[in-house]
């Protein structure tokens, strides 16, 4: 089946440091990829997406590349500020070839600490 | 506005009480989708329906679960017979499949059970 293995938090960074969060997948077929933020007290937001090979998403100064010869979608960001601060989560769909309509699979997700 | 609504934020309920949560989805979207998600984990997928047929069951949705939306918009999760493993927060949301769209999908803001 479908999976999303993510790097573990918490990740804590000073404030303009570079950021990686690792993603990696599982998948059948060509999925879509996504990243999803959830702020303190907010629902899941999607933060960016790509839906084929070598597709750059990029939203708010994060990025994130498709790459199908490694199965990955790591998240970048060059400078982060303090109100990045938040839990983010790779995820997938398959289009609905295991089911489910496009349902989305999650990685267990990464938290992040931007300090001062 | 017009994003996903779900209602209530917060339940607290005893071992054994059945719970209703409602989901609204956004007014357009012909896709509903539940999913749970518990403490330190990524939202799991639980149904989906389209319009008003639900089209698909996750296995981790036992028969004490059941969702409806009877007219395809709004939508139900009802949980009879809570047990302490049901707690969790319960997360909806909605998407436009159609023809050549990403499909993406729009959360709200959570239910978070506990049951006592």
């Known amino acids: 089946g479908n999976s999303v293995t993510q790097m573990e938090g918490p990740v804590t960074l000073s404030e303009e ?69 938040a839990v983010y989560f790779c995820a997938l769909s398959d289009g609905g070839l295991t089911g489910g309509g496009n349902k989305l699979t999650f990685g267990t997700g990464t938290q992040l600490k931007v300090e001062l | 506005d017009t994003g996903v609504s779900q209602d209530p934020r917060h339940k607290i309920t005893k071992r054994g009480q059945n719970v209703t949560f409602r989901c609204d989805p956004i007014s357009e979207h012909n896709r509903l989708y539940w999913y749970r998600q518990t403490l330190g984990q ?31 918009s709004f939508s139900t999760l009802e ?37 006592l």
Request: aromatic residues 12%; charged residues 20%.
């Open chain 2, 42 to 72: 990524g939202p799991e997928f639980l149904t989906y329906f389209q319009n008003e047929a639900q089209l698909e069951k996750s296995r981790l949705l036992s028969d004490r679960f059941s969702a409806e939306r009877p007219k395809g």
């Open chain 1, 17 to 85: 440091a570079f950021l990686t969060i690792n993603c990696t997948y599982t998948a059948t077929g060509y999925p879509s990829l996504f990243w999803y933020v959830q702020y303190p007290g907010e629902g899941l937001q999607l933060l960016l997406k790509a839906t084929k090979a070598d597709d750059k998403g990029s939203n708010k100064g994060f990025e994130a590349t498709y790459r199908k010869e490694t199965t990955s979608f790591h998240l970048e960001k060059g400078s982060v500020q303090v109100s990045d601060s």
């Open chain 2, 79 to 115: 949980i009879q017979r809570t047990e302490q493993g049901d707690s969790a927060m319960y997360l909806c949301a909605s998407s436009l499949a159609a023809t050549g769209r990403n499909n993406e999908q729009f959360f709200g803001p959570g239910t978070r059970l506990t049951v």
